[in-house]
């Protein structure tokens, strides 16, 4: 299992990875994966920590942001493109 550092770094490489796309071109998705990963990077810092309480935070933290993606961001993009007649 990867240590709450060594996740960090590789999450903070791609917020720059994204951050530099949405400096290239401004949108607002590249900007919600960025704040997603870096709450996503908290969340493995403290769940991998070795205090009790941060630790059951960060798994909650995590908990949260799954249910974030599968139940609510999938349905609203699909529901929103639907709804902007792409296509």
Do not use: H, K, N, Q
């Amino acid at each position: 299992m990867a240590s709450g550092p060594r996740v960090a770094s590789r999450v903070a490489g791609a917020v720059a990875a994204l951050a530099d796309l949405a400096l290239r071109r401004p949108v607002t998705v590249p900007a919600a994966i960025c704040s997603t990963l870096v709450t996503a990077a908290a969340a493995g810092v403290l769940a991998g920590s070795d205090l009790y309480p941060a630790r059951e935070f960060g798994l909650a933290v995590a908990a949260g942001l799954l249910i974030d993606l599968v139940l609510l961001r999938v349905p609203l993009v699909a529901a929103l493109t639907r709804w902007g007649g792409a296509g």
